[in-house]
């Protein structure tokens, strides 16, 4: 019988983060440099992409690498896999978290930011897991989706009206896909014995946003059950349970991280 120890040991493991240097995807980084694993970090900001991966090395003695690559572009996705397997020899984990898009309302949104919103938040998604499926079948991989809450539950209206903040319609169509993607891969990748599941946040508002004094948090927090909005060490404990063989009879779940906001 394993220890739990042993169990949660990312050590021998190299995991491909795409969005990885944002707000969101900096905690699971460091959640998995944590627990001993090599992490590429790619993003389209190739600078902050390098320095956060030095970070990384030097904070807690592992292998990182910080690579540009934009998951809308299918060679892009091609080159940083080839990197990938030319400087490691394997890999074993993908996260599929890099995100962009305007904030819009439904009257706002035009037909170029529907199709840019879903093109990198679910095609994006798509390109980058179809590329890396035959390095994730040789190594029996592990595949985790960064959804979102609004992929499960429609915004309530009412935080949104008379402030500047917005959630765009496509990010919350985009999420669902994503959603129902990780669970038609779960099914059909689980003869390669890969996992995958997807994670749902919310609401993890930017600092910024935090800054404006305008009742907003106010109005994200009372939606909580637990009375507060996320932080993004709260996502550390999903994603080394998610990537970790701690989790190895879990394939095809979607876990809420939402201080309970879609459950009453």
């Known amino acids: ?25 900096s905690a699971m980084c460091e959640a998995l440099a944590e627990l001993g694993a090599t992490i590429v970090i790619g993003s389209r900001d190739k600078e902050k992409c390098k320095n956060f991966a030095k970070k990384l090395s030097d904070s807690y003695n592992i292998r990182a690498l910080g690579e540009y690559v934009d998951i809308t572009d299918i060679r892009s996705i091609d080159e940083i896999l ?19 898009g305007n904030k819009n309302t439904f009257e ?15 095609n994006g998604v798509f390109y980058t897991t179809k ?10 991989g592990n595949i985790v989706n960064i959804a979102s809450m609004y992929g499960l539950i429609a915004p309530d209206y009412r ?6 903040h917005a959630n765009p319609p496509s990010y919350g169509a985009a999420k669902a896909g994503v959603i129902q993607l990780t669970r038609y891969l779960a ?7 890969i996992r995958v599941n997807a994670i749902s946040p919310g609401a993890f508002p930017f600092p910024e946003t935090e800054k404006v ?5 106010n109005k994200l927090k009372e939606k909580s059950m637990l009375n507060r909005t996320g932080k993004p060490d709260d996502l550390k404990g999903v994603i080394a349970l998610l990537c970790s063989e701690a989790s190895s009879f879990i394939t095809g779940q979607v876990i809420s991280v939402d201080g309970g906001w879609g459950q009453w």
């Open 1 to 25: 019988m394993k220890k739990l120890f042993d169990l949660f040991n990312l050590k021998d493991k190299v995991a491909f983060i795409t969005g990885g240097a944002g707000y969101l995807g």
């Open 82 to 100: 080839s990197l990938i397997e030319k400087d490691f020899g394997t890999l074993d984990i993908l996260i599929n978290c890099a995100w962009s």
């Open 108 to 122: 706002s949104i035009s037909f170029e930011d529907w199709n840019y919103d879903i093109n990198v938040c679910l």
């Open 131 to 140: 590329k890396a499926f035959p390095y994730l079948r040789k190594s029996k």
């Open 159 to 164: 935080i949104y009206y008379g402030t500047n």
């Open 187 to 193: 099914s059909f990748l689980s003869h390669y014995e």
């Open 213 to 217: 004094n305008d009742g907003f948090i």
